[in-house]
């Protein structure tokens, strides 16, 4: 499936709760006659025993819990064929069932999944023995397919059932667990030539090597977790000295109270339009948050003047982007955001100040938000003049698309504006403290 395509919901629901049972049923009472021979109860029993065992060892990354039942699976399928990987997962199935008590329809749409993974990589196997593959490279093969298959398919299911994109969930899986699971399925290879070559004896090195690697596994889990855990504490402590600047910015003048915010949230929503990945966004988020912190350095009587500024109180007020930068340069901290606060007046036909900066020399990021703090700007009202309605303050940002604005910016903010419900846009602005926006001419 590609990235940004989504299987339709009826057709998610169909795999998931009709093929996936229907699948498990056919294997298993396919796999049934080969079950009941006399010849396969000793490798039935076996397994079942070696299933039961390496349930209990379960290696937990952040995101996914690998079970070594696949390994144990995927050494049936090399050793004894379908059949018997067919055995492994129906009791993989029901162990999973009795710990987690999920749902009939879980139940079976996991076990339909699983059981169809092993179908696949059993009749792929039988194929390749038919080549001249040397054994090795067709194990490695067969445990690349088993972990590509059954990702896919678990994602199906996880992904219907949480409500998720199958994309999104695919994506997560791979990130998070792909290199443990590929080990344990080489392992799984390894362990089946071992037995097939020295016999049972021989599974026990691979059993310890299992434990130990499922206890190394253990260990740095746990302390990457802690390390996610102190990396989410100094995320907060840094969100709330941010909230705590933004609001001593905003406090020193009533008028632009709650500006800071709304220019961030529209600058990262301009980001997100963009396709930018979150952590851009965030910064753009971030940068709008801050992007006024040099107005600490002008007078308030500047500041606060009901009435037009004398040409030297402007020169004052334009000097904030390059207090800003220099607050937070000499601070030592956020270092990705001084293009944002330094730069966030500058124009595109290089008009803007402090450094004239121009087109594309302007950094993204304050590009953005020179559209989301002009626009905020607009609609707000300031001591000297009422804010416009939100549909003037649009028109006015396509009229200076291409010399103020970036033209393209300048468009997609525009429509990423217009896309939102009256409602919504009502939401916004109230939630900074903003009550008095209008949002077409004549309206309140």
Same mark, same amino acid.
């Given at each position: 499936?590609?990235?940004? @395509? ?15 049972p229907?699948?498990?049923v056919?294997l ?26 390496v ?9 996914? %819990? ?15 064929g379908?059949?018997?990987? %067919? ?5 993989? !199935? ?29 009749w ?23 972990f ?11 992904? =219907? ?12 899986? +791979?990130? !998070? $667990? ?7 399925? +080489?392992?799984?290879? #390894? $362990? ?6 020295? /016999? ?7 059993? +310890? ?6 206890i190394?596994?253990?260990? =740095? ?14 995320r ?12 001593? @910015?905003?406090?020193?003048?009533p008028?632009?109270? $709650? ?34 912190? /040099?107005?600490?350095?002008?007078? &308030? ?14 020169h004052? @007020? ?20 001084l ?15 402090? &450094?004239?900066?121009s ?8 590009? #953005? ?6 626009? &905020? ?10 804010? +416009? ?7 006015? #940002? ?7 604005? &970036? ?19 009502e ?14 001419? /004549?309206?309140?």
């Open positions: 499936m590609l990235p940004g @395509i989504k299987l339709p919901q009826a057709l998610q629901r169909f795999i998931v709760r009709v093929c996936y229907v699948l498990a056919l298993i009472v396919t796999a049934i006659p080969t079950w009941e021979s006399r010849t396969s109860w000793n490798t039935l029993v076996f397994y079942t025993i070696l299933s039961l065992v349930s209990f060892l379960a290696i937990k990354t952040p995101n996914v %819990v690998i079970t070594l039942n696949n390994a144990v699976t995927f050494s049936a399928i090399l050793l004894y379908t059949w018997a990987g %067919v055995w492994c997962a129906t009791i993989e !199935s029901l162990i999973i069932a009795f710990l987690f008590r999920s749902g009939v329809s879980k139940i079976l749409a996991n076990a339909g999944q699983l059981l169809s993974t092993v179908w696949i990589v059993g792929t196997h039988e194929w390749l023995l038919r080549t001249a593959l040397p054994p090795v490279l067709a194990d490695l093969l067969l445990g690349l397919l088993y590509a298959v059954n990702t896919l398919l678990c994602s199906l299911g996880i992904a =219907y059932f949480s409500k998720l994109r199958t994309w999104t969930v695919a994506k997560s899986l +791979v990130k !998070s $667990g792909t290199c443990t699971y590929v080990l344990v399925m +080489v392992l799984g290879g #390894i $362990g089946a030539r071992l037995m097939e070559s020295h /016999g049972i004896a021989s599974l026990l090195p691979v059993l +310890v090597m299992f434990l130990a690697m499922r190394i596994f253990q260990q =740095y889990f746990h302390n990457l977790n802690r390390l996610q855990q102190k990396m989410d504490e100094v907060r402590l840094n969100d709330t000295i941010l909230a705590a600047m933004a609001a001593s @910015i905003d406090a020193r003048d008028y632009t109270h $709650g500006h800071s915010y709304r220019v961030a949230y529209w600058g990262r929503e301009l980001a997100r339009a963009l396709g930018l990945a979150k952590k851009e966004a965030d910064e753009v988020y971030y940068g709008g948050i801050l992007h006024d912190i /040099g107005k600490i350095g002008i007078e &308030d009587n500047i500041l606060k003047k009901e009435g037009k500024l004398s040409r030297e109180e402007y004052k @007020i334009k000097q904030h982007p390059v207090i800003g930068y220099h607050i937070v340069k000499q601070a030592g901290v956020f270092p990705e955001l293009p944002a606060i330094r730069h966030h007046h500058e124009r595109y036909d290089g008009k803007g100040y402090p &450094d004239g900066l087109g594309q020399e302007i950094p993204l990021i304050a590009r #953005i938000l020179a559209l989301s703090d002009a626009f &905020d700007a607009m609609v707000s009202d300031r001591p000297y003049r009422k804010g +416009v309605p939100v549909e003037h303050a649009l028109q006015i #940002i396509r009229d200076n698309a291409g010399t103020q604005f &970036d033209q393209a910016l300048a468009e997609i903010f525009v429509r990423l504006v217009r896309s939102y419900s009256k409602e919504q846009l939401e916004v602005f109230r939630q900074s403290g903003q009550t008095n926006v209008k949002l077409s001419e /004549g309206a309140s």
